[in-house]
């Protein structure tokens, strides 16, 4: 079985600071990671994933996710806040192979930007 | 291209009434999955169907069916709903060789 731990259920940064939102994963196979955002009163829209390739991920919004097999984590960082970051951030797992698409979310780190 | 849609937008049923609620995925993407979001929770998973056959289940129990049309649009049926089962319903859909789920607006179900 795969899961999926965010730390952290709310977070504030002001604007223009560093935003880390922490993922750490359980999985038995090497898995796909996945961030997406969910603004209000809308679906999940994806940031980044993580399938294998490149262990530092870039995604839109200026936001990146570093792929740590020792440490079993997948943060989101974005440098520089922006106000219109505000939103509700969930990290996803699911294993790699074809057929079994299974995404298994994390509880979701609410992230608020201090003017 | 279109995004992934979802009817209705909103939806008001009373306990024990019977919901159908219905997915059309972006073209080409012949997978579809259901998931309930709950209010302050991450989405759970409901069903995966693919070429209009089953592919998994989540935890939810036997109220909750679906199934896939041969146009690879969805219908998410729940029967005699509870209190509980108010909550964000969201479709997602994948194609061909891509890892990536897309995600639609949701039907959001308030039972009263």
């Known amino acids: 079985a795969q899961s999926v731990t965010q730390l952290g259920s709310h977070v504030s940064v002001s604007e223009g600071a560093l935003v880390l939102l922490r993922c750490n994963y359980s999985s038995s196979v090497p898995p796909y990671l996945f961030w997406y955002v969910q603004y209000p009163n809308q679906g999940l829209q994806l940031l980044l994933k993580y399938t294998s390739a490149a262990t530092l991920v870039k995604g839109i919004n200026g936001f990146e996710a570093e792929f740590k097999k020792s440490e079993t984590s997948f943060h989101l960082t974005k440098p520089s806040a922006h106000m219109s970051d505000a939103a509700e951030y969930f990290c996803?797992?699911?294993?790699?192979?074809?057929?079994?698409?299974?995404?298994?979310f994390g509880t979701g780190t609410r992230l608020t930007i201090i003017p | 291209d279109a995004g992934v849609t979802q009817s209705p937008t909103h939806l008001i049923k009373t306990r024990g009434q019977q919901v159908t609620l219905r997915c059309s995925p972006i073209s080409g993407h012949k997978s579809v999955s259901w998931y309930q979001q709950v209010l302050g929770q991450g989405p759970q998973f409901i069903f995966q169907y693919y070429e209009k056959e089953e592919r998994g289940r989540g935890n939810f129990p036997d109220r909750f069916s679906a199934r896939q049309f041969p146009n690879y649009s969805s219908e998410l049926n729940v029967n005699a709903l509870l209190l509980g089962d108010s909550a964000l319903y969201l479709c997602?859909?994948?194609?061909?060789?891509?890892?990536?789920?897309?995600f639609g607006p949701g039907t959001r179900l308030l039972v009263l």
């Open positions: 997602a859909t994948q194609g061909g060789l891509t890892e990536t789920q897309y």
């Open positions: 996803a797992v699911r294993p790699p192979n074809f057929g079994n698409e299974k995404l298994t």
